[in-house]
T-cell receptor, first 115, second 113 residues
């Protein structure tokens, strides 16, 4: 089955620790995205990547880092510099062509809680 | 800058119609999308509309598009308790050479018996 997976589903972290969230897709999509979701705030874009070995900051990149060494994988590291990391994190992938239907496929999300 | 705007909450009785509204930012957007998010899950594409259409119907769902006012709506007929979820409208915007999706803040639909 083609799809996008995130792991783990729940993650607990002590304050001051870095943590990496996994995102993998087998849809052969060029573009991948990380969003943060807080209650009442909708989706806020953290980072996105339109091609392997390249990525751009989104609206709230501070305190986060990413890599895109493989087309299938786009891990997100939440660093100790992120002041309010407790949130629901969603990864997505899509095609990138203009003028066509650009459906984003979302993973099931990772809920990160900082203790 | 401008945002994709949605009201945050909508409460309806089971069996009634629900109408979720959205205003978007770019009159040249080619496709406009509605996503559904159930509790604790990712988003799923519900339906979309091409910008040269003003209406699209898909079973219980009707999407209306007013390009002049940049207004998009999603109507759910005969709303069921299983329709309770958060609904996001989205458009794709070209900014600085990139082409990325922009979401509204989501409308929480609550369906009560």
């Amino acid at each position: 089955d083609g799809g996008i997976t995130q792991s783990p589903k729940y993650l607990f972290r002590k304050e001051g620790q870095n943590v990496t969230l996994s995102c993998e897709q087998n849809l052969n999509h060029d573009a991948m995205y990380w969003y943060r979701q807080d209650p009442g705030q909708g989706l806020r874009l953290i980072y996105y990547s339109q091609i392997v070995n390249d990525f751009q900051k989104g609206d709230i990149a501070e305190g986060y880092s990413v890599s895109r060494e493989k087309k299938e994988s786009f891990p997100l590291t939440v660093t100790s510099a992120q002041k309010n990391p407790t949130a629901f994190y969603l990864c997505a992938s899509s095609t990138q062509d203009r003028g066509v239907i650009n459906e984003q496929f979302f993973g099931p999300g990772t809920r990160l809680t900082v203790l | 800058g401008e945002d994709v705007e949605q009201s945050l909450f909508l409460s309806v009785r089971e069996g009634d119609s629900s109408v979720i509204n959205c205003t978007y930012t770019d009159s040249s957007s080619t496709y406009l999308y509605w996503y559904k998010q159930e509790p604790g899950a990712g988003l799923q594409l519900l339906t979309y509309i091409f910008s040269n259409m003003d209406m699209k119907q898909d079973q219980r769902l009707t999407v209306l598009l007013n390009k002049k006012d940049k207004h998009l709506s999603l109507r759910i007929a005969d709303t069921q308790t299983g329709d309770s979820a958060i609904y996001f409208c989205a458009e794709w915007l070209g900014t600085g050479g990139s082409y990325i999706p922009t979401f509204g803040r989501g409308t929480s639909l609550i369906v009560h018996p």
